[in-house]
């Protein structure tokens, strides 16, 4: 048996801390829960830091954390590593600034010395990781394009946004994709829907933790925000027929989103899957 972790939106920051002040002890005590699923890989969908476009430096910090972890790892950025879009990144200054750049000189590459798409293959299955920025200038979903072409065994693919609203009700009814990526989000969508060797689509941003179907055999998995909330994501473990999905819990909150945004549920189920048995998918091809 193969198992990956999925965590994203750890939020991590240099000190002194400024988003959220206590995001590094949430982090370090979540380390030990992370060591303890003991992971084939554990893989970081995006939103490493808060500061990360702005502060080139927040990203080799994070990266020296997740080093310290002594586990394989894979990451993909977030638009606080790798800010969207211009329009974001003049609304938000110095959380998203906007890098007009070849991807190269970003300071996520710049930190993690890797490209727009990265890959590995873990047990059965094939890990394909994508940054994704709106017009997208480096040619990422190209990059994609080819090795969702070229596959011919299972495949997950991790990147920062849903694909697909998580909630029906409340704030996540609208906030996941929209204002980001919208036009690379229905290629990228259209291209999973295509390719019947993926499995699924890990993702974060949204800081809470969903299953969403995309299609036929094809789901998202969002994980919570591991630093500020909902701070849980996903144990998988892979046989060669099959993947075991279920939840692991950081040492974070449970809750991000105030009760009033969350469309009338119960704050708890907003934010957590609260399924206590694990969920299963073929990997039958």
Not at 91 to 102: F, H, R
Not at 169 to 191: K, P
Not at 227 to 252: N, P, V
Not at 268 to 283: G, I, K, R, T
Request: charged fraction near 20%.
């Amino acid at each position: 048996m193969t198992r990956i972790v999925h965590v994203s939106d750890l939020h991590f920051e240099l000190a002194p801390e400024r988003l959220r002040p206590g995001v590094k002890q949430v982090l370090d005590r979540s380390a030990a829960l992370l060591r303890a699923a003991e992971p084939d890989l554990l893989v970081v969908t995006g939103d490493l830091t808060s500061y990360g476009c702005f502060d080139r430096d927040q990203l080799h910090g994070v990266r020296r954390w997740l080093d310290s972890l002594g586990l394989e790892y894979l990451v993909v950025p977030g638009n606080h590593d790798l800010s969207a879009n211009q329009r974001r990144g003049t609304a938000y200054p110095i959380m998203e600034t906007y890098e007009p750049v070849a991807w190269e000189r970003t300071n996520f590459a710049q930190a993690f010395d890797q490209g727009p798409m990265v890959k590995r293959m873990v047990g059965p299955v094939n890990v394909l990781g994508i940054g994704l920025r709106a017009g997208d200038p480096d040619a990422s979903l190209v990059q994609l394009a080819s090795e969702l072409d070229a596959l011919r065994t299972p495949a997950l693919v991790l990147g920062h946004y849903p694909l697909c609203v998580t909630k029906d009700q409340g704030v996540l009814a609208s906030f996941g994709y929209q204002g980001y990526i919208e036009g690379e989000r229905d290629r990228l969508l259209v291209m999973l829907q295509g390719q019947p060797l993926v499995r699924g689509y890990l993702c974060g941003h949204v800081h809470a933790q969903t299953v969403t179907a995309l299609g036929e055999d094809l789901y998202q998995l969002s994980a919570g925000s591991l630093g500020l909330g909902a701070s849980a994501g996903w144990i998988i473990d892979l046989t060669a027929e099959r993947l075991e999905i279920r939840s692991i819990r950081g040492a974070g909150p449970e809750r991000f989103w105030p009760d009033d945004l969350c469309g009338g549920l119960d704050p708890l189920d907003y934010h957590l899957w609260c399924d206590a048995e694990p969920m299963v998918l073929s990997l039958a091809h």
